[in-house]
């Protein structure tokens, strides 16, 4: 289990390296580049989401149904939690018009599932039900980011085609990897390999990768380094605000301590996993508006995993004491 915890500050390295080899030459992974051949951002997508489909254990989702205001509670909450901090800052003119609009992208993103198991179950969580919320939410997220991204921003009349695209590109890979691994059980169980779980993993750096030599390539490199400076501020208030915010709603929906916990890492996680396969469908025609979305969702992702951490001892030390008070 260690072993996938370090995967997330290990992926953050890899996200780094991709983005030094974007900065170095952008013009290898831009759209007329070498690595940026015809199709292969669809093809990416396709397999991020076979391989995640595929590993989708949908008996997780029973433990919510014991609970099911709480879960649905829950749910509301990792999306309309954080888009209330994003409109509030909004409205007292915190945040710029230009952030507004990938601030409002990644808060209706889904609970990522890997860190939100695994910082519940080594803060003395519940990671059964953290798995549960988090498969639920990232089920329920292939419809739902599209569609309240289209509601706010984009012309409805679109919604129809975008619809198609992610049917054939998102949610038909999902389903047909989830038949798959149950009719082959060779298949099903190659699915709880470490090494099966990395290559979504990879598939998501390579696309960050094209994404970013597609920006840079149309942006010069010094109004890059502007751009990082001016998102990361906001990401950073973005993220702990998340996080407050989850842990004082996280101890006012349960008394048990271990759901506490679970429920405090669901509502303070977003998934990079998919977030950026989903920009990569809705962005696909303006190469620099998916820069402008992607870059701020990457300093989340790096960020959210760092102040996680953090919260892992008091977190732990809440339930610790919540034992001994019974």
């Known amino acids: 289990m260690m072993r996938v915890l370090t995967s997330g500050p290990g992926f953050v390295c890899v996200l780094v390296i991709m983005m030094l080899f974007a900065y170095w030459q952008p013009a290898i992974g831009a759209s007329e580049g070498n690595l940026n051949i015809k199709y292969i951002s669809e093809l990416l997508v396709i397999m991020i989401f076979l391989f995640q489909g595929s590993r989708l254990k949908i008996e997780n989702l029973s433990l919510l149904l014991q609970r099911p205001v709480g879960s649905l509670v829950l749910q509301a909450g990792v999306i309309f939690l954080p888009v209330l901090w994003v409109k509030i800052g909004w409205a007292l003119g915190l945040v710029p018009q230009a952030l507004y609009g990938p601030l409002f992208f990644s808060a209706i993103l889904p609970t990522t599932i890997a860190s939100c198991v695994v910082f519940s179950r080594n803060a003395g969580g519940n990671a059964d039900y953290a798995l549960g919320h988090a498969t639920l939410?990232?089920?329920?997220?292939?419809?739902?980011?599209?569609?309240?991204?289209?509601?706010?921003?984009?012309?409805?009349?679109?919604?129809?085609?975008?619809?198609?695209?992610?049917?054939?590109?998102?949610?038909?890979?999902?389903?047909?990897?989830?038949?798959?691994?149950?009719?082959?059980?060779?298949?099903?169980?190659?699915?709880?390999?470490?090494?099966?779980?990395?290559?979504?993993?990879?598939?998501?750096?390579?696309?960050?990768?094209?994404?970013?030599?597609?920006?840079?390539?149309?942006?010069?490199?010094?109004?890059?380094?502007?751009?990082?400076?001016?998102?990361?501020?906001?990401?950073?208030?973005?993220?702990?605000?998340?996080?407050?915010?989850?842990?004082?709603?996280?101890?006012?929906?349960?008394?048990?301590?271990?759901?506490?916990?679970?429920?405090?890492?669901?509502?303070?996680?977003?998934?990079?996993?998919?977030?950026?396969?989903?920009?990569?469908?809705?962005?696909?025609?303006?190469?620099?508006?998916?820069?402008?979305?992607?870059?701020?969702?990457?300093?989340?992702?790096?960020?959210?995993?760092?102040?996680?951490?953090?919260?892992?001892?008091?977190?732990?030390?809440?339930?610790?004491?919540?034992?001994?008070?019974?």
């Open 137 to 326: 939410s990232n089920l329920l997220g292939i419809l739902l980011v599209p569609f309240l991204w289209f509601g706010s921003f984009a012309n409805g009349g679109a919604f129809g085609f975008l619809f198609l695209k992610i049917f054939a590109l998102v949610m038909a890979p999902c389903f047909v990897g989830w038949v798959l691994a149950r009719i082959f059980p060779v298949l099903k169980e190659i699915t709880g390999k470490e090494w099966y779980g990395q290559v979504p993993m990879l598939c998501i750096a390579f696309l960050v990768y094209l994404s970013m030599c597609d920006g840079l390539y149309s942006t010069d490199k010094e109004i890059f380094l502007i751009m990082l400076k001016e998102v990361f501020p906001f990401c950073l208030a973005f993220v702990v605000l998340l996080h407050l915010s989850g842990w004082v709603f996280s101890t006012r929906w349960s008394k048990n301590r271990e759901i506490q916990v679970s429920q405090f890492f669901c509502l303070s996680q977003k998934s990079l996993a998919m977030g950026l396969p989903i920009a990569s469908v809705i962005f696909s025609e303006s190469q620099q508006e998916l820069f402008s979305i992607t870059l701020p969702l990457f300093c989340i992702h790096f960020l959210q995993l760092l102040i996680g951490t953090l919260f892992l001892k008091p977190c732990k030390s809440r339930v610790e004491a919540g034992e001994k008070a019974n």
